[in-house]
């Protein structure tokens, strides 16, 4: 008896997401992934912090964060085949803060701590011995989480590739969708600049791009790119040990030790367009550099004096509710989504792809 075929699925996109679908689908699919870049995990995959943040307001962004730190925890202890050479994810802790008082996380850390997460509350000065950067910080309160930590983007990425391609997967670069081929109602595969590639499933995981391929279809699925810049430090004495992450949530202003010195935001948002084809990333603007800058002052007397060296311009991508789109089109049959991972790519790309594959009857 032959042994059932497995179905043709073909990801758009080899960022977090797509990497993620082919790491969970190749098991039990064909997969073959197509990146319009020369090099995979090279757009917002790799222009974000890393940081690994479960305490967020949203109940199910929560939960997904929750299952993919629990997962990458699970394969740094085992010693993952995928990720042996490079383990992903360095525990820094985290500290997330609020400079004017409210019951903004109340729920979030009930609900982190009932699922065992450690979550306290330090005194004043005990902040600054476990953050020096929030010495002489005025903050209404302060969450201190000491399991949470940074992944490194690109080693987590190239480990769900590299688990991908063990399974036989396919991975195809500088080679860009430009539109869904559909015949009688449903999605055959995509149209390239080298000709036709037909699937019997296209999973979308096109990040900022997503909007103009789901267009391609006639489907109006909005995913909208939202600008936001990243700075690197000079070297800082606040960073020269251990440091965790900190995240002042209301203000909007964050930083990770990076280098011997900070890698930090000003968390703004700008709706943009990306130009068609790879390459996103785009120098920093005067106005954040600015904006940075006030808020430092403002917020961090211990860094007021920081030097910004250099920094950059990145996308992420939001669906209007501001929550992940996954699973199968709910009008075109043979399409799948996984987009629209905002702010939390990292922290949730192991649940959401899990979650995608699952909800296309495959998992
Ligand atoms: C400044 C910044 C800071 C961030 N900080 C954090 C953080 O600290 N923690 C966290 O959890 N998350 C963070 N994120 C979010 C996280 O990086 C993203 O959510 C995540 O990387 C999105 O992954 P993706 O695969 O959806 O998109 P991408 O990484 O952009 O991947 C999409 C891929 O699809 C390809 N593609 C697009 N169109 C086509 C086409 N037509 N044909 C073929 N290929 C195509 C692109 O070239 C790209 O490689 C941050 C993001 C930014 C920009």
């Not at 073909?10 to 993620?20: D, E, N, Y």
């Not at 949203?58 to 490079?86: P, S």
């Not at 525990?91 to 997330?96: F, L, Q, S, Y």
Request: net charge neutral; proline share 7%.
């Amino acid at each position: 008896m032959s042994a059932p075929s497995r179905p043709r699925l073909l990801v758009v996109g080899a960022g977090l997401a797509g990497a993620s679908v082919a790491w969970h689908a190749a098991p039990v699919a064909s997969v073959t992934v197509i990146e319009q870049g020369d090099h995979v995990l090279a757009e917002a995959s790799a222009q974000n912090a890393g940081m690994l943040r479960r305490l967020v307001t949203n109940a199910h962004e929560r939960a997904l964060a929750l299952r993919t730190q629990a997962r990458l925890e699970e394969w740094q202890r085992d010693e993952h085949q995928d990720w042996r050479e490079r383990p992903p994810v360095r525990r820094t802790g985290a500290v997330i803060a609020l400079e004017h008082d409210s019951p903004r996380f109340a729920a979030a850390v009930a609900d982190l701590r009932a699922a065992g997460v450690n979550v306290e509350e330090p005194a004043v000065a005990e902040r600054a011995r476990i953050a020096p950067a929030l010495r002489e910080a005025r903050l209404a309160r302060a969450y201190w989480l000491p399991d949470d930590g940074v992944c490194d983007a690109w080693s987590l990425g190239q480990g769900l590739l590299r688990g991908a391609a063990r399974h036989g997967a396919t991975l195809v670069t500088a080679r860009r969708a430009n539109g869904l081929l559909v015949r009688a109602g449903r999605v055959v595969g995509v149209s390239t600049e080298r000709g036709e590639h037909e699937a019997d499933l296209v999973v979308v995981c096109a990040g900022a791009w997503a909007t103009a391929l789901a267009a391609s279809a006639g489907l109006v699925r909005p995913c909208v790119p939202r600008a936001r810049h990243l700075f690197q430090s000079s070297p800082h004495p606040c960073a020269a040990g251990a440091h965790p992450w900190c995240w002042i949530d209301d203000a909007g202003l964050y930083l990770r030790p990076e280098a011997g010195g900070f890698l930090l935001s000003p968390c703004d948002e700008t709706d943009e367009w990306p130009a068609p084809g790879p390459g996103s990333r785009r120098p920093p603007r005067d106005a954040a550099r600015e904006l940075l800058s006030e808020k430092l002052l403002r917020l961090l007397p211990a860094l007021g004096e920081l030097a910004l060296a250099s920094g950059w311009v990145g996308y992420r991508s939001f669906t209007p509710t501001r929550e992940a789109l996954f699973g199968p089109d709910p009008e075109l049959p043979g399409l799948a989504w996984l987009v629209g991972l905002g702010g939390s790519g990292v922290s949730t790309c192991l649940a959401l792809g899990e979650d995608t594959v699952r909800a296309l009857g495959l998992g």
